[in-house]
T-cell receptor
Framework: AQKVTQAQTEISVVEKEDVTLDCVYE???????LFWYKQPPSGELVFLIR??????QNEISGRYSWNFQKSTSSFNFTITASQVVDSAVYFC???????????FGAGTTVTVRA | DSGVTQTPKHLITATGQRVTLRCSPR?????VYWYQQSLDQGLQFLIQ???????AKGNILERFSAQQFPDLHSELNLSSLELGDSALYFC??????????????FGSGTRLTVV
């Protein structure tokens, strides 16, 4: 069974602060894929990153960075120098190699105040 | 524009009614997935179709059904609607039957309000 836990329900920061979103996953498969999606107030799901289980390199894309640690089954997401436009719900998700569906965590609501 | 088209964007209907949500996948994608996002249940997988065949079922109610047509568009039918069916319904597509390796592309969703 898959399970994705996002323990932080809501995070509120002041603009320019860094914010880290935690994601812990459970799977028995050795091959799996991890995702982060952003859902702004307009409601659509915006793809941010996909990482497979064999690639533990951290990734940086602009102000976004991801830390994947198989030893702790975590795939954390950091927004550096947050901006008001980063205010959204962020979802971590897991898909096993031979499974069909994407299993989502409960999401973390990030509010960035000016 | 993600390439996945969902219509309508908004739908308001009364309890007991039936509605149809439509999804056109990204060009070249063979799989379509339906998800329901409600306040109390989060994002829940409903059903997947691959190249016209049902591939997997999740937490889909018996009042709900779906199909994928030869042109690969999919429809989600919701009947005997209840207030609790009010939610955002997403469609996603992927090139293969297992989306992890290739990723999932989501549409912008249909917001259903049952009154």
């Amino acid at each position: 069974a898959q399970k994705v836990t996002q323990a932080q329900t809501e995070i509120s920061v002041v603009e320019k602060e860094d914010v880290t979103l935690d994601c812990v996953y459970e799977t028995r498969d050795t091959t799996y894929y991890l995702f982060w999606y952003k859902q702004p107030p307009s409601g659509e799901l915006v793809f941010l990153i996909r990482r497979n289980s064999f690639d533990e390199q951290n990734e940086i894309s602009g102000r976004y960075s991801w830390n994947f640690q198989k030893s702790t089954s975590s795939f954390n997401f950091t927004i550096t120098a947050s901006q008001v436009v980063d205010s959204a719900v962020y979802f971590c998700a897991l898909s096993e190699a031979n499974d069909y569906k994407l299993s989502f965590g409960a999401g973390t609501t990030v509010t960035v105040r000016a | 524009d993600s390439g996945v088209t969902q219509t309508p964007k908004h739908l308001i209907t009364a309890t007991g009614q039936r509605v149809t949500l439509r999804c056109s996948p990204r060009s070249g994608d063979l799989s379509v997935y339906w998800y329901q996002q409600s306040l109390d249940q989060g994002l829940q997988f409903l059903i997947q179709y691959y190249n016209g065949e049902e591939r997997a079922k999740g937490n889909i109610l018996e009042r709900f059904s779906a199909q994928q047509f030869p042109d690969l568009h999919s429809e989600l039918n919701l009947s005997s609607l209840e207030l609790g069916d009010s939610a955002l319904y997403f469609c996603a597509s992927s090139p293969s039957g297992t989306g992890g390796a290739y990723g999932y592309t989501f549409g912008s969703g249909t917001r259903l309000t049952v009154v």
